[in-house]
């Protein structure tokens, strides 16, 4: 199926239906054996964000700053949530709750039935990560230098961890250990209730990517052409392998 633009985020698979964004600003709605359109939403910038798909519903953000909440099977508008800056991130939702960050530098929980602000979280720079949740603890990462991990109780700071630059990538948690790299060119591993720091790799220039991990090696690209393998039991190189240029995508392991 051919759109008018360009197509940057990953689409998103629910049973037989594929859903994709689109530099033309439309969401699409597609039956994924045959190609066919469904149905497709049209925002007013570009989709950067892949679509967060639920029994009845479709997230999907805009570079118009606005979250939009769709009826999975028609693409009705049912609300819209409208933030101060892009989005260029994935929402995630627990019990009714959508999580979602903005390049306006905050993070927002919205009540995914009402596209109401239940509360929201303050960092003092853009955030381009997407939130993850794990034992009631939400992490986000923010081109402020800092990790946060945020009670979803109390809405308070549990703790942060800060780096000496900018954090791009989407974070990973392993066991009890959340592992990320950092635009000051380290990989970092912190215990995730606690933000303390168990060990850092150092590479040889930013890293945007987010890390992936497979039987205890966490694999993530850097901008100095290099994909390493780390072992994330004591943060020792395993190897690494030169590319031809500066990595920004995240491996895939077959």
């Known amino acids: 199926y051919k759109t008018k633009d360009q197509n940057n985020p990953t689409p998103t698979i629910d049973r037989d239906t594929l859903f994709a964004g689109s530099d033309d600003n439309n969401l699409y709605a597609l039956d994924k054996n045959s190609g066919a359109l469904l149905w497709r939403y049209k925002t007013l910038e570009d989709i950067r964000s892949s679509a967060l798909v639920t029994e009845s519903m479709v997230y999907v953000g805009s570079d118009d700053d606005r979250l939009y909440a769709l009826n999975k099977n028609t693409g009705e508008n049912i609300w819209t949530f409208e933030t101060g800056g892009n989005i260029y991130n994935s929402p995630i939702t627990e019990n009714n709750i959508i999580y979602l960050s903005s390049l306006d530098g905050k993070l927002?929980?919205?009540?995914?039935?009402?596209?109401?602000?239940?509360?929201?979280?303050?960092?003092?720079?853009?955030?381009?990560?997407?939130?993850?949740?794990?034992?009631?603890?939400?992490?986000?990462?923010?081109?402020?230098?800092?990790?946060?991990?945020?009670?979803?109780?109390?809405?308070?700071?549990?703790?942060?961890?800060?780096?000496l630059y900018k954090i791009h990538g989407t974070p990973l948690i392993e066991g009890e250990n959340i592992y990320f790299g950092s635009e000051d060119g380290n990989i970092y591993a912190l215990n995730k209730k606690t933000g303390t720091k168990i060990w850092e790799y150092t590479t040889e220039a930013g890293i945007q990517a987010s890390p992936i991990i497979k039987e205890n090696v966490l694999y993530i690209g850097s901008k100095d052409d290099y994909l390493y393998a780390i072992n994330i039991l004591d943060g020792t190189l395993k190897w690494r392998f030169k590319t031809g240029s500066d990595i920004y995508t995240t491996a895939a392991i077959s």
Do not use: C, V
């Open 108 to 163: 927002y929980a919205i009540d995914a039935t009402t596209g109401k602000l239940s509360w929201q979280f303050n960092t003092r720079s853009s955030i381009y990560a997407a939130p993850i949740l794990n034992d009631n603890l939400l992490y986000i990462a923010s081109y402020d230098n800092n990790l946060y991990a945020i009670n979803i109780t109390t809405q308070k700071e549990a703790w942060s961890f800060k780096t």
